[in-house]
């Protein structure tokens, strides 16, 4: 009889332990869930403000209708991309997609030096200071998911959890990484 309440006693231990496990699991999922929709929210936010700084720059550069047509097509390509299950090469596509999209508003914002008049209009610059806002808002949320992401991929490797994590379909969440162009400096000539 002794020996029998301390075989219930050990595996009720194991089974709260387990559940204690399985729970933290399911806790950082959905941090890393949590953090990921900030990513997209910030990511809505600027294709939110580009057709505004669009209409805004089409006024003035009514010629330049390539480069227009660049950002906005770039934008409705990248709001039709989203993270998948998050793996490295889901989030991989929607940073390209994204890439994308930044690479066209550069090319749109060099225009913009071309035109004196646009650069002092009152809506040109509080679109571009709201759209400077959220760049600094995206990386933001691109850094606290990142953190999120390594909590919770440190979590389901480690020994014991990762058994946990196996059996229950936990996997490692992928991460942002920088930008191919971004890991060579920029050729400064005068």
């Not at 699991?25 to 941090?31: F, G, I, T």
């Not at 330049?64 to 390509?77: D, M, P, S, W, Y």
């Not at 809506?123 to 200071?129: G, I, V």
């Not at 992928?174 to 930008?179: I, P, R, V």
């Amino acid at each position: 009889m002794k020996k029998t309440l301390i075989w219930i006693g050990v595996i009720a231990i194991v089974v709260l332990w387990g559940i204690s496990v399985y729970n933290g699991l399911v806790n950082k999922d959905e941090a890393v869930t949590a953090a990921w929709s900030q990513v997209e929210n910030n990511y809505q936010r600027r294709a939110d403000l580009i057709p505004n700084l669009v209409a805004t720059v089409k006024g003035y550069a009514e010629h330049e209708k390539g480069t227009l047509e660049a950002v906005v097509n770039a934008r409705a390509a990248a709001t039709g991309v989203n993270g998948g299950n998050l793996s490295s090469e889901d989030i991989a596509t929607y940073q390209k997609a994204q890439g994308e999209v930044s690479s066209a508003l550069s090319r749109l914002l060099m225009v913009v030096e071309n035109y004196p008049d646009l650069k002092a209009n009152e809506n040109f610059l509080d679109l571009q200071a709201q759209l400077e806002g959220t760049e600094n808002r995206i990386a933001e949320a691109r850094r606290a998911f990142n953190e999120t992401a390594r909590e919770y991929n440190t979590s389901v490797r480690r020994f014991p959890a990762n058994l946990f994590a196996g059996a229950f379909g936990f996997s490692a969440k992928g991460y942002f990484e920088a930008d191919e162009a971004s890991k060579t400096a920029p050729k400064v000539e005068f």
